[in-house]
């Protein structure tokens, strides 16, 4: 007899979406694509921020984590909609300035920040520059 559950497994509520009309039928070698990756963004978030500043990457460098001299770890990461954002923990804020002057491109949320309009394109050295900007906007350092 088959062993019985206490839950259920909901069914999608959309179709699943439509295949391209134009197929990918060459593919790029790795890293030709995605030349970095969130955990090497985080690196050389770290670096730009100078000593006292570390960083590691997550899972497959999915994420990153970036620390330093505030009690606030910050956390790199693609959200739901495709933007590179860092989430930290406003309320372990080490009397950070309330209204910090955020760089061109960036942008806040209650849980952090994000750069809606950063690609891979941009580059690691100007993605990096952002975030470093942008964290030192942010905790007045």
């Known amino acids: 007899m ?14 699943p979406p439509a295949p391209p009309a134009k197929l990918r039928m060459h593919y790029p070698a790795p ?7 969130v955990g090497d963004i985080a690196y ?5 921020l100078g000593p006292g500043w570390g960083a590691d990457a997550g ?6 984590a970036i620390w330093g001299p505030h009690t ?16 930290y923990d406003v309320a372990a ?10 760089p061109p491109g960036v942008r806040e949320f209650s849980a952090g920040l994000f750069l809606p309009d950063a690609c891979v394109t941009d580059g690691l050295d ?5 975030l470093a900007a942008a964290l030192r906007a942010i905790t007045g350092t």
């Open 72 to 87: 606030a770890a910050f956390t790199l990461l693609i959200d739901v909609e495709g933007d590179l954002t860092m989430v």
């Open 31 to 37: 890293g030709v694509e995605y030349p970095f990756s």
């Open 44 to 48: 050389a978030t770290a670096r730009r």
């Open 93 to 102: 804020s080490d009397e950070w300035p309330e209204a910090p002057q955020l």
């Open 59 to 64: 899972y497959w460098g999915t994420q990153g």
């Open 126 to 130: 100007h993605i990096a520059d952002q």
């Open 2 to 15: 088959p062993e019985q559950t206490d839950h259920l497994i909901a069914a999608p509520t959309e179709p």
